[in-house]
């Protein structure tokens, strides 16, 4: 056999050796944690596998109580209230989350994994192809708390303060203490052991308003809320009042409001008693909102068209606000306006003093070589020669 060859052959053994010699078998980095919620919650667990072949994964499902009565979970069950998302790679990795939890969803759940080539043989004994990690999820009965309605803010009500109430009523373990937040935010000095609780809002504004929570927490259970929605109007708080660039270059306008729930903001140039919306689709011109914040940015702008007054308008299910920008676009040659001044104001002096020089007139003209001595006149010269008359005479 030519070396060459038989160099080739025994590196293609190699490769396809290569995936017996690194076979391994199916492993745990991330197992499911137990967890206790309440009825309405959502709950995910986490699988995270490792081998070579990378594993496959499932997940089971038993009863409290009842551990050798597992059912497989399929994505979708459980009226859809089940999810099953599940990615193979160099892990594989699953998670499970079920949704709108109730009393029957209590259990314990299984996640399964295996890279055996026999692990759906059904001879073969399940206990010894698939590795197994367990998760006991409790779901108690939610605490009932009855809390105050939503609240709009408007001109009607601005100076008179607003009270937030919650009153937790009905609760399976012992209550500890009660505290509000503020979109996501714990709200200070509002903590106490009460099961009647409010949170009074002095001065209701635009700026005051956003999703506001009492939270109840217990001894031996997740922490029960209510959410109270403290609607607003959109404010518009900041904006440029106008923008100045030179033609060819970018600008940037932006406005931010208050108010909740947050608004949906748009942009138009305003023309006369007309306006333009403007959209994304330009390729020049390009929104990015985000909550209580909107940018409108222009790209290579153009002197005869971009120039003009420019409208963010933000709106949301209570009601509407607006404010503009002036955009000014100068042309290429406006940065060298100072020195096209100066030079135009030498340029006009130079032809003044051309145009005197050469209006002037020749007796005007003094030539260097002639002395600065006065003339002597007609009549000095016949005083002499009179004189020179009178000495012949004697």
Not at 21 to 33: D, H, Y
Not at 129 to 152: M, Y
Not at 251 to 268: E, I, L, N, Q
Request: contains cysteine; charged residues 25%; glycine residues 6%.
């Amino acid at each position: 056999m030519h070396p060459h060859a038989a160099m080739l052959a025994m590196v293609l053994l190699g490769n396809l050796a290569l995936p017996f010699a690194s076979a391994q078998n199916a492993g745990f980095v991330k197992s499911p944690m137990s967890e206790t919620k309440l009825t309405g919650d959502t709950f995910e667990l986490y699988c995270d596998v490792v081998g070579n072949p990378t594993p496959e994964i499932q997940w089971w499902y038993a009863e409290i109580n009842r551990a050798d009565s597992f059912k497989q979970l399929w994505d979708g069950a459980r009226k859809r209230r089940v999810s099953i998302n599940t990615a193979y790679g160099t892990n594989g990795v699953s998670v499970l989350g079920i949704t709108r939890l109730t009393l029957e969803d209590s259990g314990t759940y299984e996640c399964r994994a295996s890279n055996d080539p026999r692990r759906n043989d059904r001879r073969q004994n399940p206990a010894s192809t698939w590795i197994r990690a367990q998760a006991t999820i409790s779901v108690l009965q939610k605490p009932k708390i009855n809390a105050s309605d939503q609240i709009i803010l408007s001109a009607e009500t601005s100076g008179k303060p607003v009270n937030l109430q919650c009153n937790l009523t009905t609760a399976h373990t012992p209550h500890k203490e009660s505290f509000w937040m503020k979109n996501g935010q714990e709200i200070t000095n509002t903590r106490t052991d009460q099961m009647n609780t409010s949170h009074r809002i002095i001065k209701p504004r635009a700026d005051v308003s956003g999703e506001y929570m009492c939270v109840f927490t217990f001894d031996m259970a997740p922490n029960a809320n209510a959410t109270i929605e403290v609607k607003a109007k959109p404010d518009i708080t900041g904006h440029k009042r106008s923008e100045n660039k030179n033609e060819g270059e970018n600008a940037t306008m932006y406005c931010k409001s208050v108010g909740y729930p947050h608004p949906t903001w748009t942009w138009r140039k305003v023309d006369g008693t007309s306006y333009m919306e403007i959209d994304n689709s330009t390729g020049r011109f390009f929104i990015s909102s985000r909550d209580n914040y909107t940018e409108l940015y222009i790209l290579n702008l153009d002197i005869e068209t971009d120039p003009g007054i420019y409208e963010c308008n933000a709106t949301n299910v209570i009601g509407n606000t607006a404010d503009t920008t002036i955009l000014r676009v100068r042309s290429h040659l406006a940065p060298l306006w100072p020195f096209l001044g100066v030079l135009a104001e030498i340029i006009i002096l130079v032809v003044i003093i051309v145009v005197y020089e050469k209006r002037k007139t020749p007796d005007d003209i003094i030539e260097d070589d002639e002395p600065a001595a006065p003339m002597k006149t007609n009549s000095t010269n016949n005083h002499k020669d009179k004189n020179i008359r009178q000495r012949n005479t004697k």
